[in-house]
């Protein structure tokens, strides 16, 4: 049964009043806090592609406030939170809520949930029924189960983009056991790709980059990579066959697959986390060598935190471009145009 709406919480942030029109201020109400929820103040949210896909064509109503891409600290918690406290430095990602009873919430990979996982914006609460607002905002109020700590050290703009980017790259990595040993290559080096390099790296991982842009090699060697191969370049292309073991491909345009899954050896896998609207695999390539091609989201609260640990440990933060929030539709054109180094972050203390 669908609960009393409670909203308490003035909100001012941004938003699309209409399917492809530009973000503008909005005010709007929180919920009043729930036993097991936290609010928090949005310090610095990132900008995600898959918003300006809600703001287009993805969106289901209108006005949509956009972000899943969360860093914040907390202002006040419910009556039965003890995990945190005003004051502690925290994450939102991409979900706040899941059924918690099937396999994979059980699992903590809740963003598999059986019966549809509670985007962080744009969805519907499970509990009160009303559309999820996200973080282009400057508060937020989630379910204690779906807020994670920030530990020391991490640079709170570079930290944002984890929330996505990052753990749609390192989550793949960690379920196919990337490791040392292993050839690894990171297609397309943009805001997933450039966190890709660099969790491979730090997993121990020979890396090779791919990209179709050769101005971009230089960056890709100084995220890590060993290598960088110009996939325009048929021969250099060829010369990859049978090297890889895994290879994650974050290209959200429609390309060419086959040359990659020439590249996998025998048993290799293929993780294309781009998700363009076709792939057009041979099947031959995946028989003849027992290849794999699958996909992957973005990860769980177990993945999540176990990802910001990991970057913790090895200073791994996103390479981002900081803007203030009457940047922001800037900002998105300039995304729309892969204009970007890499990802972009609106610190929301800034106009």
């Known amino acids: 049964m669908t609960a009393s709406v409670?909203?308490?919480?003035?909100?001012?942030?941004f938003a699309a009043l209409e399917r492809n029109?530009?973000?503008?201020?909005?005010?709007?109400?929180r919920r009043a806090l729930r036993d097991?929820?936290?609010?928090?103040?949005?310090?610095?949210?990132?900008?995600?592609?898959t918003d300006l896909h809600m703001i287009g064509p993805w969106g289901q109503e209108f006005p949509?406030?956009?972000?899943?891409?969360?860093?914040?600290?907390?202002?006040?918690?419910?009556?039965?939170?003890?995990?945190?406290?005003?004051?502690?430095?925290?994450?939102?990602?991409?979900?706040?809520?899941s059924c918690g009873v099937c396999h994979p919430c059980q699992?903590?990979?809740?963003?598999y949930c059986e019966a549809g996982p509670t985007s962080t914006y744009d969805s519907i609460d499970r509990v009160d029924g009303i559309r999820t607002r996200g973080g282009y905002s400057d508060t937020y109020v989630a379910d204690e189960?779906?807020?994670?700590?920030?530990?020391?050290?991490?640079?709170?703009?570079?930290?944002?983009?984890?929330?996505?980017?990052?753990?749609?790259?390192?989550?793949?990595?960690?379920?196919?056991?990337?490791?040392?040993?292993?050839?690894?290559?990171v297609v397309g080096i943009g805001g997933l790709g450039h966190l890709g390099v660099k969790f491979a790296r730090a997993m121990g991982a020979h890396v090779v980059a791919f990209t179709t842009s050769a101005p971009k090699t230089q960056d890709a060697l100084s995220l890590g990579a060993h290598e960088v191969v110009l996939s325009s370049d048929a021969a250099a292309m060829a010369a990859q066959a049978f090297r890889f073991d895994f290879i994650l491909d974050t290209v959200s345009a429609t390309h060419e697959i086959n040359p990659y899954l020439t590249a996998l050896h025998y048993n290799g896998v293929l993780c294309a986390v781009g998700i363009p609207d076709a792939l057009s695999p041979a099947p031959y390539l995946l028989a003849s060598g027992r290849r794999s091609l699958a996909s992957s989201g973005a990860g769980g609260t177990r993945e999540i935190r176990e990802m910001l640990e990991f970057c913790a440990e090895h200073g791994i933060v996103a390479d981002v471009e900081v803007v203030g929030k009457s940047e922001i539709n800037q900002a998105l054109e300039r995304l729309r145009n892969n204009d970007v180094r890499f990802r972009f972050v609106i610190d929301m203390s800034r106009d």
């Open 145 to 185: 189960r779906f807020v994670h700590r920030i530990p020391d050290g991490l640079d709170l703009a570079g930290a944002a983009p984890l929330l996505c980017a990052g753990v749609t790259s390192f989550a793949p990595m960690r379920h196919w056991k990337v490791g040392p040993g292993q050839t690894v290559g």
């Open 107 to 111: 699992a903590h990979d809740e963003t």
């Open 36 to 49: 097991h929820d936290v609010a928090l103040d949005v310090l610095f949210c990132g900008i995600c592609h």
């Open 6 to 13: 409670v909203l308490n919480r003035p909100a001012h942030g």
């Open 64 to 97: 949509l406030v956009p972000g899943h891409e969360m860093v914040g600290r907390v202002t006040e918690v419910g009556a039965h939170v003890s995990d945190f406290a005003p004051g502690d430095l925290v994450a939102i990602s991409v979900i706040v809520d």
């Open 21 to 29: 029109a530009p973000v503008v201020p909005f005010d709007f109400s």
